[in-house]
């Protein structure tokens, strides 16, 4: 069975910096693109940042500059840099990864549980 494992987050001041850290784990063969996303209450989920599994990133404008994506593939790990935290950055951040492996057949998006990010002001 595959599963997905946030850790990381936590209460910042405005400013300050987290780094998350999202593990897949099962008998996996294969990941493609592994991403971070974000919700805040009463808002929709978004997009924070992309890594595909050659190291291309892609980025929300808001968050341009200030957090970098990276993964680790030996690890299966998929990591998010948070720097200048703001109090807009507070939300659930979940981490997803489109993978196969040797239970599946074809490639398939898993979400972890999620991990509160609290900036405050």
């Known amino acids: 069975q595959v599963q997905l494992v946030e850790s990381g987050g936590g209460l910042v001041q405005a400013g300050g910096s987290l780094r998350l850290s999202c593990v897949a784990s099962?008998?996996?063969?294969?990941?493609?693109?592994m991403g971070w996303y974000r919700q805040a209450p009463e808002k929709q989920r978004e997009l924070v940042a992309k890594?595909?599994?050659?190291?291309?990133?892609n980025y929300a404008d808001s968050v341009k500059g200030r957090f970098t994506i990276s993964r680790d593939n030996g690890k299966n790990t998929v990591y998010l840099q948070m720097n200048s935290l703001k109090p807009e950055d507070s939300a659930v951040y979940s981490c997803?990864?489109?993978?196969?492996?040797?239970?599946?057949?074809?490639?398939?998006?898993?979400w972890g549980q999620g991990t509160q990010v609290t900036v405050s002001s």
């Open positions: 890594i595909t599994s050659g190291g291309i990133t």
């Open positions: 099962g008998i996996i063969s294969r990941i493609n693109d």
């Open positions: 997803s990864a489109t993978l196969t492996a040797l239970t599946l057949t074809g490639y398939y998006t898993y």
